[in-house]
């Protein structure tokens, strides 16, 4: 029912300092998704719970669950496209049941005149009420509750506690992140909405020594604090290279850590050498995704936060690997300047060391290949016309990418867009795209050779 998940280790750190305290009463701020209150009741259900956060999403929770009326209706100046809801909001869950619907939506609002959207948005109408039933149904047989919840800025919540409270809280790691989650939710429906300034490094600092005054208190947090090293107990990381979180408390001494544990697979391919010419024959294989995540540690970029691919290949020339390549389902829709339907290019890297100074294009030939495109379509089970992908540069252009692929958006990224990325100090975030299936793989490998197939100077 509600979104996000919550991870294990979270769940077996919290697990564990709650039930060494033996406290039957929390605060926890900066809700959220409440991952910490499910949790919590996963505990011990009859725990008096104290929440607050500031989002549509998460204020209409907290509100419902703690009793307090929604003051939430439809925005007229979006009845055209969003009023079939009216008159599903007759009552308190009703209303909550629109919000969490409208979250999945947030997406296309502004954008119903965009194929995709407008789609998905006619898609939902159709099935809007048997939807709307089994969320109503979802939320009151579910066992969540607050003794109370703040709609408010945190940082004043923290002075209407008692110093005597028990703290338990994952502040937003960046500003503007409340802001830009739920943007497109708040054109949809009209709210009161609180009060609250952004979670700026300075407003985090303010907040950390008013949590730390308390008298226990769990604090999770994206990066190290000096000042708060002594009451490091922990630290938890989901999947390989994503962001850690580190864990702060006072409650015990006991260190905890959990990493995320990749499988690995001993690599018997023959992959191409430094001294080692290459052969005449382009060839994509599948690869199994123990495989694809052994080549992708060994070869791809350590500050690329890898996501989960849906399929995976390698590319091969005659007999030996060359490099390799992954694509999921496309996390964009409608973006301008590419042919759809499309999918996302997750990963693609060349082995080395190579005597071949631009073997990363090679790959690129590779996935935009007519057999690419039937191999695409055929484990999808749809169209699949184009392919976009991200890349991270101190440049305005990727020069991977570049002459193959063609530039969409640029955006020049800001400090905190930068760590979510993981490309710390990168300038640049720009998306690239190209048709696939307008050459076969020999006619790719015959125009990466002619235009690319430079030897390095010192192979």
């Known amino acids: 029912m509600f979104r996000g998940s919550i991870p294990a280790d979270m769940r077996d750190m919290l697990s564990t300092l709650v039930m060494a305290s033996n406290e039957k009463e929390y605060h926890i701020g900066c809700s959220g998704n409440f991952t910490v209150e499910r949790t919590l009741?996963?505990?011990?259900?009859?725990?008096?719970?104290?929440?607050?956060?500031v989002n549509l999403y998460s204020v209409m929770i907290g509100r419902y669950f703690s009793g307090q009326d929604l003051e939430i209706s439809l925005n007229p100046d979006f009845e055209?496209?969003?009023?079939?809801?009216?008159?599903?909001?007759?009552?308190?869950?009703?209303?909550?049941?629109?919000?969490m619907i409208g979250s999945n939506l947030t997406l296309g609002v502004g954008k119903e005149s965009n194929p995709y959207y407008r789609r998905v948005l006619e898609n939902y109408k159709k099935q809007f009420e048997k939807i709307h039933k089994r969320t109503v149904e979802n939320i009151s047989k579910t066992k969540f509750k607050l003794d109370s919840f703040?709609?408010?800025?945190?940082?004043?919540?923290?002075?209407?506690?008692?110093?005597?409270?028990?703290?338990i809280m994952y502040p937003p790691f960046f500003a503007n992140d409340y802001t830009m989650q739920f943007k497109g939710l708040t054109k949809i429906f009209l709210w009161s909405e609180p009060e609250f300034v952004?979670?700026?490094e300075e407003r985090k600092e303010k907040l950390i020594e008013k949590i730390t005054e308390k008298r226990n208190w769990v604090l999770g947090l994206h990066i190290i604090r000096e000042n708060l090293t002594d009451y490091l107990i922990g630290r938890t990381q989901t999947t390989n290279r994503a962001t850690p979180i580190y864990l702060y408390s006072n409650?015990?001494?006991?260190?905890?850590?959990?990493?995320?544990?990749?499988?690995?697979?001993?690599?018997?391919?023959?992959?191409l050498g430094m001294n080692e010419?290459?052969?005449?024959?382009?060839?994509?294989?599948?690869?199994?995704?123990?495989?694809?995540?052994?080549?992708?540690?060994?070869?791809?970029?350590?500050?690329i936060k890898p996501g989960s691919p849906a399929l995976a290949f390698g590319v091969m020339v005659d007999d030996k690997l060359v490099g390799c390549f992954a694509v999921s389902q496309s996390k964009f829709h409608g973006m301008r300047g590419i042919i759809q339907p499309f999918l996302y290019l997750l990963s693609d890297f060349p082995v080395s060391p190579t005597k071949y100074q631009r073997l990363s294009k090679l790959i690129l030939y590779a996935v935009l290949s007519k057999e690419m495109k039937l191999i695409f379509e055929k484990l999808t089970r749809k169209r699949?016309?184009?392919?976009?992908?991200?890349?991270?540069?101190?440049?305005?252009?990727?020069?991977?990418?570049?002459?193959?692929?063609?530039?969409?958006?640029?955006?020049?990224?800001?400090?905190?867009?930068?760590?979510?990325?993981?490309?710390?100090?990168?300038?640049?975030?720009?998306?690239?795209?190209?048709?696939?299936?307008?050459?076969?793989?020999?006619?790719?490998?015959?125009?990466?050779?002619?235009?690319?197939?430079?030897?390095?100077?010192?192979g």
């Open 384 to 458: 699949v016309r184009g392919i976009i992908t991200t890349a991270f540069s101190d440049n305005p252009v990727s020069m991977k990418y570049r002459g193959i692929f063609r530039l969409l958006k640029r955006e020049k990224l800001e400090e905190a867009k930068n760590c979510k990325s993981g490309y710390i100090g990168k300038k640049f975030m720009l998306n690239y795209g190209q048709e696939v299936g307008n050459f076969t793989l020999d006619e790719g490998f015959k125009i990466w050779l002619k235009k690319h197939g430079k030897v390095l100077k010192h």
């Open 198 to 200: 952004e979670m700026t």
């Open 80 to 99: 055209e496209h969003y009023g079939f809801m009216e008159k599903f909001m007759t009552e308190r869950v009703d209303q909550l049941a629109c919000v």
């Open 41 to 53: 009741i996963g505990i011990n259900e009859n725990l008096k719970l104290h929440s607050n956060d």
């Open 150 to 167: 703040f709609a408010g800025d945190v940082v004043d919540w923290m002075d209407t506690i008692p110093k005597n409270s028990n703290i």
């Open 251 to 271: 409650y015990t001494s006991r260190k905890m850590i959990t990493m995320p544990h990749q499988k690995m697979t001993e690599l018997a391919i023959p992959r």
């Open 277 to 303: 010419d290459i052969g005449q024959k382009l060839k994509v294989v599948d690869l199994e995704y123990d495989v694809f995540c052994s080549m992708r540690s060994m070869y791809m970029n350590a500050n």
